[in-house]
């Protein structure tokens, strides 16, 4: 099975930060990676697919790059509906897996 | 609107069963493939299972291979997760998912709960 690590676990930044959020995996593979958004008791939100795509509807401060086994999703300048927990999902092989999730709070 | 609405979680003892459903609303459930995603308690993301559009291809993650299986009804456009032999790690919050083998998991439900306790 693919691990996914997520660091940090926890990030405090301010509104109109740059954060960065890393993903490694186990083992390298290629660009099958997404990224979802989840806020306290609502499901997960899909902000990006294979590394860098942006899903329809997601504003452009948010990005994602990588490729191997580190990916990262960047927040260019962090607005108050971005407090949230962020986690990646590699779903290039079964069992598909998460990381861990990053929490992202007000500084 | 686009959503897909889960149904049927709730109070299992230890040992007991559920089944899950998933059905489309906006959207025709039997066009694509679907997966299951759970959420225990203050955790994080579990993938738990995949059915192809046509049904004929499934996986399991290692945690409830041989308890859970997922099926499909065309005739109801509804997606099934059957949970036996259920346990206490069982619990939490669970999802389905459509799953584009290009976008990820791109439409997600609202979730069903399910409790597991004697």
């Known amino acids: 099975d693919i691990q996914m690590t997520q660091s940090p676990s926890t990030l405090s930044a301010s509104v109109g930060d740059r954060i960065t959020i890393t993903c490694r995996a186990s083992e390298s593979f290629s660009t099958w990676l997404a990224w979802y958004q989840q806020k306290p008791r609502k499901a997960p939100k899909l902000l990006i697919y294979?590394?860098?795509n942006l899903e329809s509807g997601v504003p452009s401060r948010f990005s994602g790059s990588g490729s191997g086994t580190e990916f990262t999703l960047t927040i260019s300048s962090l607005q108050p509906d971005d407090f949230a927990t962020y986690y990646c999902q590699q779903y290039y092989s079964y069992p598909w897996t998460f990381g861990q999730g990053t929490k992202v709070e007000i500084k | 609107e686009v959503q897909l609405l889960e149904s049927g979680g709730g109070l299992a003892q230890p040992g007991g069963s559920l089944r899950l459903t998933c059905a489309g609303s906006g959207l025709n459930v039997n066009t694509y493939a679907m997966s299951w995603v759970r959420q225990s308690p203050g955790k994080g993301l579990e993938w738990v299972s995949y059915?192809?559009?046509?049904?004929?291809?499934?996986s399991l993650a290692d945690s409830v291979k041989g308890r859970f299986t997922v099926s499909r009804d065309k005739s109801k456009n509804t997606v099934y997760l059957h949970m036996n032999t259920l346990r206490d790690e069982d619990t939490g919050v669970y999802y389905c998912?459509?799953?584009?083998?290009?976008?990820?998991?791109?439409?997600w439900g609202q979730g069903t709960t399910v409790t597991v306790s004697s």
């Open positions: 998912a459509k799953a584009a083998d290009y976008y990820g998991l791109d439409v």
């Open positions: 294979k590394t860098s």
């Open positions: 059915i192809s559009a046509g049904g004929g291809s499934t």
